[in-house]
């Protein structure tokens, strides 16, 4: 049995760092970039790492328990004290800090990692951020490095091809492009503050009121929060959190009684938010009724798919997207579950310019022709900060080295696991289903009530199973509470996420994650 | 003469893509995760590539003309048009890539980059990029990989005190702490929540007003647009840009009386941006002055030093802090000059409650013992998006190979080299040298005024030398408008920035450019 991860290159320092060679009088040591031969030797010896890790992780599950077990303080008691007097080698360096770190570490690319959602990576996208840090551009306009803002604009549009998205979404095709964001929660607060400018535009007065359901993901409420329009998590007034239906799905008559009240009531709708996929339990609204009553409106429709748009790559899931053509903008995260490394939220809007309008100040120092003429994207005008990386590089390389049919492969092989899970539950009388029948990559479940449990019993007994699930360190999930768990019954109950969706998942993986639940219950 | 940058393993592509061959019926073919000796063979030949690429940006600057000239649709043109049915090997693709994109590639690396503002990378810089992505963990809390967040507290401490920053920005001396943001701009809409946030609890009625000077980064006008202090860039009423003195530093009398103005109008001061190194003409606003007049107001006093507070790391640059003990914020990049490639903001706050209690949301799938116990940092509340990458690798990578020794070392080095270009521009009678009596990284200069000429012609002349200098590709500046080239004159005028501070940037590389300069004049 191996000692995991292999260090090929890399040994762990046993003594303290000393002072590099005394150099000749008023000559001084090379500086790291000054030596690029150590460069090669050590990044080499860093690939081989991370290749050995990833089989590890498949290979000797034994040694790296799913979720860290480090108590608060372990890692930092564990680094190095000081940054030293002279540089040191830099596989002195990572040895000691993989030592250190990664007793702390969640393995996220673990093949039973089931919490959350997943964190994608694979060896195209881990080239692509290489390739991109190694190149180190800043693609803030145009001019800052053509490359960057064309190859960004040209997978986002092919990307939408691939995932069936309507035309309007596309540079090539009309007013509307795509754009790489660093996640769903900063698309959020772009297309909020369009969609406010969009109001002011109008001369709408009246303070502006954003709508999503209650199952919507956090990052609503918090853009609402950082852009102004929200004073707190608990101004209900300014996100109206609208219910739900037993599916999860947001009501939309109750969308439609809410914005038809604010507008009684003096204040200006903005943005409705409608989710495919809900983080929680991966609800999907109805986006084609939802947006019947924005277009009535004229408010800004927003469509957050942030995981499960990555399912759009195959058609057969595509049924999620209907009346997506009326929306204003939609997003989702190729860095959950399309084998891109995070960051990598794409966000397309129907119309750019009113990102632009929304976004868009230049100084002086900024100026160019390029830009001046208005014959190209400068895409520091769609997003919060000025200065971005070459993200689309790690993007395109996924999408080519996997192909239409292997993203499909990976997606499809995922949502037959996740079946297969949800069989087995179903086949246990020990357990509850939460209704699966928009099969997905997410099968919420729990222990079934006992006869005479009160509900709140019921729901300690599901946390405490996910503590000692977890705790084994065989598999990673994670809980949420959500209504309708019982047919009827809109109070809130504790249920387990099985969520399946890593790159190294296979059969063996959900079965095993399976086996460690039915014996801890 | 080698051909560039040469490409050791990688071949280009010379036909298209052909399916691969065909599996046994029923299996499928392998997906690239599933193939990682492949992974390590790309790596190793990609790592090569990367120090091939900052060996002949040195050796072979006629290949690489420093900003690209690419027209608009250049590089599109030369990409794959279709996202490939099969999978292609990922030499095949990097191949084409290289060779689609390099021709729109503005060689931010380049030791001949002297526009905008730095954008480092280096070894351990990329190494630790690329360990992050391997590891493909998310920090969105403590719990989600206890590593990733008690590195970065304890490399923030680090580096503050490498800093010599005030102790209320430590972890470990104050109820204060830092954080890595993407940029400046992040940083910026954060702390302005926050500051607005303060404004609510001590009931302040009236519309918040944010201060900067007319030379402050445009990322504050912008923050004040995506919170919604500010209706759009014009809205003077809610940002003011309060007027510099001859160098460009904002003046405090002016400030005190935009303040007092607001109140006495029932509008509330909200916060105040000192810049520290503005980006346009490096000026350094007087932290001290504005300190006082903040505490007087109670008004939230933010410290932008984007650039230049990376030369914190040298004792004799530290004159620019002073006053930074009374400040509630204060952020830096270390990706501009300080060999940490993009992204990587150093955000300080005096009071983490500040912070966290204005950007904070626990859905439940979120909850967990380690937060609930408020043992830990939970970084999500601390920034825009939820989900973050472990940037602290690459700077604590950076931190340990360079020593502080060789960052000195560094940063001194990069200010000798413009002291030296501010020289050879004072010794020219054809050129006019703009102050340089704070003497940092960038040296703003200009063709003097020919007799007779009006100042609109000398402004003229001045971009004109600028693209004749750009267009030759041996070297790429930027220019700006600023106040006072001439002394006692208020109006902007056009000026040449000479930025130094790449990493590869030597003697011989500001000569060569100055050479140029010279005799395009």
């Not at 690029?36 to 040694?63: E, K, M, S, V």
């Not at 959602?117 to 881990?126: D, E, G």
């Not at 993007?395 to 292997?406: A, C, D, E, P």
């Not at 503590?467 to 990673?476: C, E, F, I, K, T």
Request: net charge neutral; with cysteine.
């Amino acid at each position: 049995m191996s000692s995991l991860p292999k260090r090929p290159k890399f040994s762990v320092p046993t003594a303290p760092s000393t002072p590099p060679a005394p150099t000749p009088a008023g000559s001084v040591a090379p500086l790291p970039h000054e030596q690029l031969d150590t460069f090669r030797r050590d990044g080499h010896a860093l690939i081989d790492w991370i290749a050995d890790y990833w089989t590890a992780l498949q290979q000797h599950p034994h040694h790296f328990p799913v979720m860290s077990a480090a108590k608060p303080g372990d890692v930092a008691a564990a680094l190095p004290t000081s940054i030293p007097e002279y540089g040191r080698p830099f596989a002195e360096v990572f040895g000691e800090t993989q030592h250190a770190i990664m007793p702390g570490i969640t393995h996220w690319q673990s093949p039973s990692f089931f919490a959350f959602f997943p964190a994608n990576t694979s060896p195209p996208a881990v080239l692509g951020e290489l390739f991109s840090a190694g190149l180190g551009v800043n693609g803030m306009l145009w001019a800052t490095s053509p490359a960057c803002t064309e190859l960004e604009q040209h997978v986002l549009d092919q990307l939408a091809g691939l995932c069936g998205l309507p035309q309007k979404f596309l540079f090539s095709s009309s007013t509307g492009g795509g754009v790489i964001q660093g996640t769903a929660s900063e698309a959020a607060v772009v297309v909020m503050v369009a969609a406010r400018k969009k109001l002011a535009d109008r001369g709408l007065a009246g303070k502006p009121v954003v709508y999503c359901s209650t199952q919507a993901h956090s990052s609503i409420v918090k853009a609402a929060m950082i852009t102004g329009i929200a004073s707190g998590p608990d101004d209900t007034a300014s996100v109206r959190q609208i219910p739900v239906d037993s599916a999860r799905a947001m009501y939309p008559t109750r969308l439609k009684e809410a914005i038809e009240h604010d507008l009684a009531a003096g204040r200006a709708p903005c943005m409705v938010t409608a989710t495919l996929g809900t983080t929680s339990s991966l609800a999907f609204d109805d986006v084609l009724a939802i947006a019947a009553i924005c277009r009535k409106h004229n408010i800004w429709l927003h469509v957050d798919s942030a995981m499960a748009g990555a399912a759009a790559v195959c058609p057969e899931f595509r049924w999620m997207l209907a009346g997506l053509e009326h929306a204003d903008s939609y997003c989702f995260n190729p860095h959950k579950w399309l084998l891109v490394n995070f960051d990598c939220d794409c966000l397309y809007v129907a119309d750019k310019a009113a990102i632009t309008s929304a976004m868009s100040i230049t100084p002086e120092y900024l100026k160019n022709a390029a830009s001046a003429a208005g014959a190209v994207v400068d895409y520091r005008d769609w997003q919060i900060p000025l200065g971005r990386r070459f993200r689309a590089l790690k993007l395109h390389f996924v999408l080519q080295s996997y192909g239409i049919n292997g993203l499909r492969q990976y997606i499809r092989e995922h949502i037959r696991l996740a079946s297969l899970f949800a069989d087995c539950v179903k086949a246990d009388a020990k357990f509850e289903l939460v209704d699966h029948s928009r099969a997905m990559n997410l099968v919420c479940f729990r222990p079934r009530p006992l006869t005479g449990e009160k509900p709140e019993q019921t729901d300690v007994r599901t946390k405490s199973l996910l503590d000692s699930v977890n705790a084994g360190g065989r598999a990673y999930l994670t809980h949420t509470v959500i209504p309708y768990v019982v047919p009827g019954d809109p109070a809130l109950r504790t249920v387990l996420r099985m969520s399946i969706g890593s790159t190294f998942t296979q059969e063996q993986h959900v079965r095993a994650a399976w086996d460690v639940i039915q014996t801890a219950c």
